[in-house]
């Protein structure tokens, strides 16, 4: 079974940066295509963006494309997101997750292991 534990959440000012970490443990982290989903109070799971297991494709909605750079490393059992340019819209619990077998690689649905979740808030 995949353990994920996200951090890197904060509070920020419009314009800002943060980057989110997603440190995972498991044998098979390595197969995993990972994914960042947000949530934000009463709205549904949103996808962010993807990463396939090797780490030479990616996905991104188009909310985000431009601003936001998922990347991994394996060595380190390690996903991130790096997050520039945030807007108050961005603001939500930030989720990562990993993907085995099928699916969408946007859809929460596919996913079948989840960290607990960072909180982003950027504020006007």
């Known amino acids: 079974q995949v353990q994920l534990v996200g951090s890197g959440g904060g509070l920020v000012q419009a314009g800002g940066s943060l980057r989110l970490s997603c440190a995972a443990s498991?044998?098979?982290?390595?197969?995993?295509?990972m994914g960042w989903f947000r949530q934000a109070p009463g709205k549904e799971r949103e996808f962010v963006a993807a990463i396939n297991w090797s780490g030479d494709s990616t996905y991104y909605a188009d909310s985000v494309k431009g601003r936001f750079t998922i990347s991994r490393d394996n060595a380190k059992n390690t996903v991130y997101l790096q997050m520039n340019s945030l807007k108050p819209e961005d603001t939500a619990g930030y989720y990562c997750?990993?993907?085995?077998?099928?699916?969408?690689?946007?859809?929460?649905?596919?996913?079948?292991?989840w960290g607990q979740g960072t909180q982003v808030t950027v504020s006007s």
């Open positions: 997750a990993a993907r085995l077998g099928g699916g969408s690689q946007v859809d929460a649905r596919s996913y079948a292991y």
């Open positions: 498991g044998r098979t982290f390595s197969r995993n295509t």
